[in-house]
C-alpha cells in the first residue's frame, strides 16, 4: 500500500505565499508522476500542477508564472510553491501520485492525499 502525507496549508493574505509538501511512503517501486489537485466550495476538482518522473511539468492556466512544483525523487516528495496568492486560490489542495507499486511491471496506481487547506483572505 501507498500512503501520501501532505503538510503547509494555511490562511495567507492576499499576495503571500505558502508552500505544500506530500510526501509518498510504502510499497513504491517508482513514481510516474505526482501533483496537485485542488476543489473549492461547489467547484470541481481540477488540476493546478503536475510533475513527471522526467520532470515535465504542466500548469493550470491561472496559477502560471505564480505556482512552481517540483520533487525531491529520493524522498518521493513533491512540493508546490505558491505566490502572490488570490483569494480565488481558496481550496482544498489534493496530493496525488501516479505509482508503480512493488515492482518493474506491476500496474500503475492512482493515489491521494487527504487534502489541506489553503485559505487566502485579508
Known amino acids: 500500500q501507498v500512503s501520501l502525507v501532505e503538510s503547509g496549508g494555511g490562511l495567507v493574505q492576499p499576495g503571500g505565499s505558502l508552500r505544500l509538501s506530500c510526501a509518498a511512503s510504502?510499497?513504491?517501486?517508482?513514481?510516474?508522476?505526482m501533483g496537485w489537485y485542488r476543489q473549492a466550495p461547489g467547484k470541481q476538482r481540477e488540476l493546478v500542477a503536475v510533475?513527471?518522473?522526467?520532470?515535465?511539468?504542466t500548469y493550470t492556466d491561472s496559477v502560471k508564472g505564480r505556482f512552481t512544483i517540483s520533487i525531491l525523487n529520493a524522498k518521493n516528495t513533491v512540493y508546490l510553491q505558491m505566490n502572490s496568492l488570490k483569494p480565488e486560490d481558496t481550496a482544498v489542495y489534493y496530493c496525488?501520485?501516479?505509482?508503480?507499486?512493488?515492482?518493474?511491471?506491476?500496474?500503475?496506481?492512482?493515489?491521494w492525499g487527504q487534502g489541506t487547506q489553503v485559505t487566502v483572505s485579508s
Open positions: 510504502g510499497s513504491i517501486f517508482s513514481i510516474n508522476r
Open positions: 496525488n501520485a501516479v505509482v508503480v507499486p512493488y515492482y518493474r511491471g506491476h500496474p500503475e496506481n492512482d493515489y
Open positions: 510533475i513527471s518522473s522526467a520532470d515535465r511539468t
